[in-house]
Nanobody, 112 residues
Framework: QVQLVESGGGLVQPGGSLTLSCSASGMQFDAYAMAWYRQAPGKQREGIASIQSDNSTYYLNAVKGRFTISRANAKNTVYLQMNSLKPEDTAVYYC??????WGPGTQVTVSS
């Protein structure tokens, strides 16, 4: 059974940084593309970054240049380094293996 668990969310001031982690189990991690999504209150969930098994990446324009997705296959973990955070980045952040499995999410709040 696939399990994805996010961690690292919290409250941060505008301009600050956070690193999210997503630990995976029950799957051959290095064979999967992984992605981060977010859902702000009253808005649809949106994909913000993905990383393929060959480490090629994709970013939503709204986060390009500020967020970095990476993976550590030996740890079955995908990361999202978030810099220069803005209030509009406030959302619940989810990881997915793009095959229908999701973590429970972690809250990120950007506020002074």
């Amino acid at each position: 059974q696939v399990q994805l668990v996010e961690s690292g969310g919290g409250l941060v001031q505008p301009g600050g940084s956070l690193t999210l982690s997503c630990s995976a189990s029950g799957m051959q991690f290095d064979a999967y593309a992984m992605a981060w999504y977010r859902q702000a209150p009253g808005k649809q969930r949106e994909g913000i970054a993905s990383i393929q098994s060959d480490n090629s990446t994709y970013y939503l324009n709204a986060v390009k240049g500020r967020f970095t997705i990476s993976r550590a296959n030996a740890k079955n973990t995908v990361y999202l380094q978030m810099n220069s955070l803005k209030p509009e980045d406030t959302a619940v952040y989810y990881c997915s293996n793009l095959r229908g499995d999701w973590g429970p999410g972690t809250q990120v709040t950007v506020s002074s």
